[in-house]
Every structure is written in C-alpha cells, then in structure tokens.
C-alpha cells in the first residue's frame, strides 16, 4: 500500500547515519577496488547481452504442501501449464517430495531444485542432506543463502559458501545464491553495501567457470511473505549494482551472462513490471508458486 511504501523511505534517524558510515567503511574491504563507483554508475550491459540471458522463473515451494498427494498435484498442474524454452521454470519442493515431483514433471519443461543442502559428502550429520543425494534424485539446482535460512537457522556466509562450492563441484547443477537485506539496513541505505559483502563472502572461491552455473536471486528480506513491496525501479538500480560487482570481481563477460532474479512477494499483478527492467532476469517465486493458476501468468509472462 501507499503507506507500506511511505515509511520505507522515511529519513535515517542519527543513529541509522552513523551504522551507515561503518558500514560502508568495513564494506570496502570486501569490494573489488575497481568498483569504488559501482553503486552509482550503471554497469556495462549491452542489450543484446540482456537477451542472451534466458530468463527463469521459480518457485520456491518452502514447508509446503502438507502431503505428497498435494505436491504431486501441484507438480502436474505446473507442468500442465508450462510454455516451453523461452522462459526457464524451476520448482523447489521440500526433500521428502523430490522424486515424486521430478517424476510428475517428466516430460515436462519444469526442472527441480533442492531447497538446500549440508557442505559435507556423507557422514554423523543428522537432519542434512548432501549434494549427491540430491543429484541423484534429479534436482538440476540447489538453492544457498536464502533469507530463512539465514534469519531462522543461523547460516551464515562461511557457511554459505562452502555449500555454493559444494554445489558447484558437482560438475552438473546450478546454484540459485540468495542475498539480500533486511528492513532496517535497507531504510540505513545500506542495500549496496550489504548485498556486495554477501557477494564477496559466499563467492569467495568460485571461478569464473564456475560461475556459468550460479544464478544470483536478490530478496529483500524485509519484502518477503510482508505485502511490502519493493518499487521496480529501486530493484533494477540493486540489479544494476549486483551485476557492476559481477563485473569487477569476473569482468564484463561473466556479468553479462548471469542471471539475477528479483524475490518478494512477486505476484502475477507485479511480475510484468518487473521483469521490463533491464537487469531483472527472472523471479524467485513464495506463496504465489504454490497455485498453478497464479504461477501460470508469472512464468508465462512473456
């Protein structure tokens, strides 16, 4: 609403100036110095290297649905309505409804990915889940770094990037790398600075092979499951400003190539909006993903 986004621009109080100041301080230590400037110019992207990225759509399932008969129905439904190669659609249902998912989307355009993983390949580690073992249910991506799993079970960036690693070293699937900020820092002006720090933490490591195969969703966490919404064009400037750290830390053809999708409360009303952004390369779908009559519009949106 109108008053939901008035008081997410209300001006930082002296307290929120002085964590702003030390943010940014501690924040160049890790951002490239070639993007001293990255936050306020616009990185080089042309438009034919925008429509060289294929854009892709997913949901994010979360602790939904209660049964396996209702994630299978699910599956089907979003299978059913799913157009074809032009847009690149995922799902990511909870582990115990992976191979009943990947089997339903047989067949179908849809691919699978895991909701997570454990760093570790095997062993006493109660609750994890490997890399392998996703793999070998069929799961093309593995998601690292969202917002819950930050806020909720205490992963933090070291954590984070040994699992994009592990998930990289599979040789076969892709990494959908969440970042994002909360609330309070993004009413610091601190979205930049924060979204670079995670970047830098959790791609610490990764060649620039490598990164052929990550994805990078940006979630402001203070948009997620709220109603808050995040105006496109204030999205499209932390793209722009993702993608110029990309081009700092790999260069201009790695920047160009990754995707980066935008997450929070993306809804079939809003997605059109958005994805008319120039470095808005798809969307990381909560609530919306879990009704194939809301999905539909969203990964159909071309």
């Known amino acids: 609403t109108a008053d939901k986004t008035l008081r997410l621009y209300r001006p930082p109080t002296m307290f929120r100036s002085v964590v702003l100041a030390l943010a940014l301080v501690g924040a160049s230590a890790f951002t490239p110095s070639v993007l001293k400037t990255s936050v306020t110019r616009r990185a080089a992207v042309t438009r034919g290297a925008m429509e060289m990225r294929t854009p892709i759509m997913a949901g994010n399932w979360k602790m939904n649905p209660p049964t396996v008969a209702e994630a299978k129905a699910l599956a089907e439904a979003v299978g059913a309505v799913a157009k074809g190669d032009e847009v690149e659609v995922v799902v990511t249902p909870p582990y115990p409804f992976l191979d009943t998912v990947v089997e339903a989307l047989n067949g179908s355009p849809v691919k699978v ?3 997570g993983c454990f760093f570790e390949e095997k062993g006493a580690y109660t ?9 070998s249910m069929g799961c093309d991506y593995v998601l690292a ?18 699992k994009v690693k592990k998930i990289l070293e599979s040789g076969n699937m892709g990494c959908i790398l969440c970042i994002g900020e909360s609330l309070e820092e993004y009413e610091a002006g601190l979205v930049e600075s924060i979204c670079n720090i995670q970047l830098a933490k ?15 969703a940006y979630e402001p966490v203070w948009a997620i499951g ?3 919404t995040c105006p496109p064009e204030k999205a499209q ?25 935008y997450g929070g409360s993306v809804t079939p009303d809003t997605v059109k909006e958005l994805m008319s952004m120039e470095d808005i390369d798809g969307c990381l779908v909560g609530g919306a993903s879990l009704d194939a009559e809301k999905f539909g519009p969203i990964m159909n949106f071309l």
Do not use: P
């Open 237 to 261: 400037s932390v793209h722009q400003s993702i993608r110029g750290w990309l081009a700092g830390a790999y260069g201009d053809s790695v920047a160009q190539a990754t995707r980066i999708q």
């Open 145 to 162: 770094g969202h917002s819950e799993r930050r806020c909720l079970f205490k992963d933090d960036d070291a954590a984070i990037n040994r």
């Open 226 to 228: 709220t109603g808050l």
């Open 127 to 135: 609750g994890a889940v490997a890399v392998s073992m996703v793999e």
């Open 202 to 216: 959790d791609l610490a490591g990764v060649t620039e092979a490598e990164m052929e195969r990550v994805v990078i």
């Open 113 to 115: 990915a895991s909701q």
